[in-house]
């Protein structure tokens, strides 16, 4: 299905081509003229490309011929970029360059002359092999469309946590698994049961998890459970696993220990300990526990947990959802599961006029609603389809455009019960093909993985995905849009948006159709893979446990390697079979790798766009070679708890945007980071033996700095002479926060918008300065805050404002009417405000609730 994205791929390779700086490069290594001739056959393909993608599910030959251009155009890629590689080293021969390094490069493959006649030669096998395949664009009828007119139609930025008033034709569901809450504990022979376990089942995209959480925050519930656990299962049902997400889940068990359960380390725990703080945590407490999307039938994994938990007061109750009536009765205790059914098609209606169409706008169509009415027919009572179509519809008013919907062919193929929804793939076709290719990329990671925004953009920026715009706009900017262009179709839920980077999560469903749209690029290697294809582009290493080394590494084409899931990193052996083999890649995520160093070929690799290393707790140095990748965006070397020094010459990464620290050096190399010109974000974490930075260092390109764990850091001069286009500042445990409140010069405050505050004791005064521009406020983990200041209202910009993990706030101030830019107001894992705030029945409710949204919960799940 790679060939529904290849538009794009023509759109990405045409606009390089026809960029200024692109034909400068071109000029300047001798290949111009037959760029130009590339050029010409690239747009005779491309116009006929749209069309194509359309035309392709019915026609096997066409689908055959798209794939030889795919492959094709991969290649164009590869040598395009080349030319990309060559005028950035150009570049540092001639900033950065000595004598020898200029006479080894006359010597070398990289010398003008052979560098010219090699790149050529490509260019005219290249244009060769596309002429001989646009050959036959006639014969498949294909129609001239050189504009992709699939727009995405952006709603208002939603918050997709459950409010009550806003979930359709739930009403009754609702009430009867709070019957069943309420109720005694029984067994089968009506005797008392210490804890009941009640199923919600039902196939996907029914509501389940919704339900669940309808249920979880009524004030009812939380007033008769004093604690309270969601947990999303792993397909594994790892019982290790499920115990560390059962203790960091309750949002008041952080209060009741003697260390925060958030600032444990409990993945270093044996699993002996690991079932004494549970046993311990639930000992007779009257809980309640969400087992979300359970999927293994392992009885005897269930017992275990089941014998873990067993522990809790008379009354404890265990809700678990599910698809498998098997897994249902399995689990069960009550005399029936709850079956969850399809909504009915009224329910359906209302659901999907609300995605479809602005708050009274669907009274002006009567026409769309009637067809509206056939289209929901099809989604057989799933609110996910109903709703996933409904926004694909939003703002489009012409019929033929509803109608065309409507009589997709895909609706009259025949459907098993587990296959992908129609809807959803109808969605998917309607994305315009950019976004097709960037949200393919999102199935590289494992269900129910929680997403940051940040290493999403990463990713497709490495891929080469985010096309600059204009020079104002980061890629992180225009990864951020395209995630509000996903999130406004519906692709993605749960998000938590926090102001500079986003967190979220995609159903179950909508992973399973990035899986098959993507399933000619992307790979999951999991124990079960035997062979990977040869022309896969992506490879995610998504098992714990997994022999790496026992896959054959064939797939020189490779652009991603990357390990999404802890505790699953790549070793030395890894290393040497595989990365050294794939000259063409681009992203390289080792995080919790076992290596103790880097080859020094890793300079081979001069198109790597991003590596990290974080949590590599044994590494000690890096090979000088690795400044060398003059391609280099991001470099994360952050949990390297044992590097020693950072390798020299950083100042070569003239690509770098993206840098993340930890290291023993008691310095530094401040002069080189100065130098790296591209340079937008930079976090320096646990660096223990740093007592000063940036003093004496301007960083002029510096949009977000992140200072954590640096426990001997006395002075670093937070101002506009240091850093004149800072505008996120994250704070996450300082140890010593008086440099926070030095401002020696009022004519040089920092003109932040977004600041995040973790792990300390109480708000800086500093925070005062930044009145008139800070727009975005976290405030997490502070665990011995009990009042917030009341100077906090003065901040007259303030839209955005996170409270989390503060178990001893108790209230919010009675003026926060005050803060009249407020528009996000977001209270979670706090207990005692949740109590209080708690949407339409929290007693301080009215105090909050002309706020335009409000995020509360007391789980982050």
């Given amino acids: 299905m790679a060939e529904s994205f290849i538009f794009s791929i023509a759109e990405s390779l045409a606009a390089k081509l026809a960029s200024r700086a692109y034909q400068e490069a071109s000029r300047l290594v001798g290949v111009y003229d037959d760029l130009q001739e590339l050029k010409s056959s690239l747009s005779y393909v491309k116009a006929v490309l749209l069309d194509a993608e359309q035309k392709q599910e019915h026609n096997h030959e066409l689908r055959e011929w798209l794939k030889q251009i795919k492959l094709i155009f991969y290649d164009a890629e590869n040598f395009l970029d080349e030319v990309d590689c060559e005028t950035l080293s150009k570049q540092v021969v001639r900033d950065y360059g000595t004598p020898k390094d200029k006479v080894g490069r006359f010597f070398s493959s990289s010398n003008p002359l052979v560098f010219r006649y090699k790149l050529g030669h490509q260019i005219k096998e290249i244009k060769k092999r596309l002429d001989r395949v646009a050959a036959d664009r006639n014969k498949f009828g294909l129609q001239v469309i050189d504009v992709d007119r699939r727009a995405v139609h952006r709603r208002e930025m939603t918050y997709s946590h459950v409010v009550e008033s806003k979930v359709v034709g739930r009403e009754h569901d ?4 709070m019957k069943l809450l309420m109720e005694p504990s029984l067994d089968d022979n009506g005797g008392s049961k210490h804890i009941s376990v009640i199923p919600i089942v039902g196939i996907g995209g029914l509501g389940k998890t919704t339900l669940a959480r309808l249920v979880y925050s009524n004030k009812r519930v939380t007033e008769s459970f004093p604690l309270k656990m969601w947990v999303s299962v792993p397909d594994d049902f790892n019982v290790r696993s499920l115990i560390i997400k059962i203790i960091n889940s309750p949002s008041d068990f952080a209060s009741s220990t003697d260390a925060p359960a958030g600032q444990q380390n409990l993945r270093d725990l044996e699993i002996e300990q690991l079932q004494h703080r549970l046993r311990n945590m639930l000992e007779d407490q009257k809980f309640l526990l969400v087992l979300d999307d359970v999927w293994n039938e392992d009885r005897v994994k269930w017992v275990e947990l089941q014998d873990l938990i067993s522990v809790g007061a008379q009354g404890s109750k ?78 489009k008013h012409e019929t033929q455009e509803w109608e065309a919907l409507r009589d997709k062919e895909i609706w009259d193929l025949p459907q098993k019960e587990d296959d992908i929804l129609p809807a959803l793939k109808l969605s998917y076709d309607e994305m315009p093909s950019h976004l097709r290719q960037c949200f393919a990329l999102l199935s590289l990671y494992p269900k129910n993985h929680a997403f940051i925004s940040l290493d999403v953009a990463s990713l497709w920026g490495a891929a080469g995905l985010l096309s600059l715009q204009s020079q104002d706009k980061s890629m992180v900017d225009i990864a951020h849009q395209y995630l509000r262009d996903l999130m406004a179709r519906s692709f993605l839920h749960d998000v938590f948006d926090c102001g500079s980077f986003y967190f979220f999560l995609i159903h179950d469903l909508v992973h399973d159709l990035a899986v098959y749209v993507a399933k000619d690029v992307c790979q999951l290697v ?190 670093l001069p937070l101002d506009t002479h240091h850093f004149p286009q800072l505008e996120t500042l994250v704070i996450p445990g300082i140890a010593n926060e008086d440099w926070l409140d030095r401002s020696e010069d009022t004519n040089a405050v920092l003109r932040l918008k977004s600041i995040y505050f973790y792990g300390m004791v109480t708000l800086p005064h500093s925070l005062q300065q930044y009145a008139s521009t800070l727009q975005t406020l976290v405030i997490a983990c502070f665990y011995e805050l009990e009042v917030l200041p009341e100077w906090l209202w003065n901040l007259s910009s303030l839209k955005s404002l996170y409270i989390s993990e503060c178990p001893k706030l108790k209230s919010l101030p009675s003026d926060i009417h005050r803060l009249t830019s407020l528009q996000v107001l977001g209270i979670i894992k706090c207990r005692e405000l949740y109590r209080k705030y708690e949407p339409q029945v929290g007693e301080c409710w009215p105090m909050i609730s002309h706020i335009k949204h409000t995020y509360i919960r007391d789980t982050w799940e």
């Fill in 318 to 395: 265990v809700i678990v959802t599910t698809r498998s009536q098997s897994i249902a009765s399995m689990m069960g205790t009550v005399a029936c599961s709850h079956n969850l059914e399809s909504l009915s098609p009224e329910d359906s209606l209302r659901l999907f006029v609300r995605w479809a169409f602005k708050e009274g706008e669907e009274e002006k169509y009567p026409e769309l609603i009637r067809i509206g009415r056939e289209i929901v027919e099809k989604c057989k009572g799933v609110p996910l389809a109903v709703r996933t179509l409904g926004s694909s519809l939003f703002s």
């Fill in 174 to 177: 609702k009430e009867m698994i």
């Fill in 526 to 715: 999991s124990s079960n893979t035997q062979d990977i294809s040869e022309n896969v582009l992506h490879l995610s290493f998504v098992e714990n446990g997994l022999r790496c080394n026992s896959i054959k590494p064939s797939l020189q084409g490779a652009r991603s390697i990357l390990f999404p899931v802890n505790e699953v990193g790549a070793s030395e052996a890894f290393l040497n079979a595989w990365v050294s083999n794939c000259k063409y890649l681009r992203y390289l995520d080792l995080s919790d790798s076992t290596c103790e160093t880097l080859p020094q070929s890793i300079s081979k690799l001069k198109h790597l766009r991003s590596i990290s290393l974080c949590n590599n707790t044994r590494i000690k140095r890096l090979p000088s070679s690795i400044c060398k990748l003059q391609n280099l965006q991001v470099l994360r070397l952050d949990g390297c708890s044992n590097l020693e020094t950072l390798p020299k010459k950083l100042r070569k990464l003239i690509s770098l945007q993206r840098l993340e620290i930890t290291t023993k050096q008691s310095i530094l190399p401040e002069s080189d980071i100065a130098k790296l010109n591209r340079l937008e974000y930079l976090c320096v974490q646990d660096c223990d033996n740093l007592e000063s930075l940036f003093v004496e260092t301007r960083l002029p390109t510096l949009r977000t700095l992140q200072v954590s764990g640096c426990a001997n850091l006395k002075s």
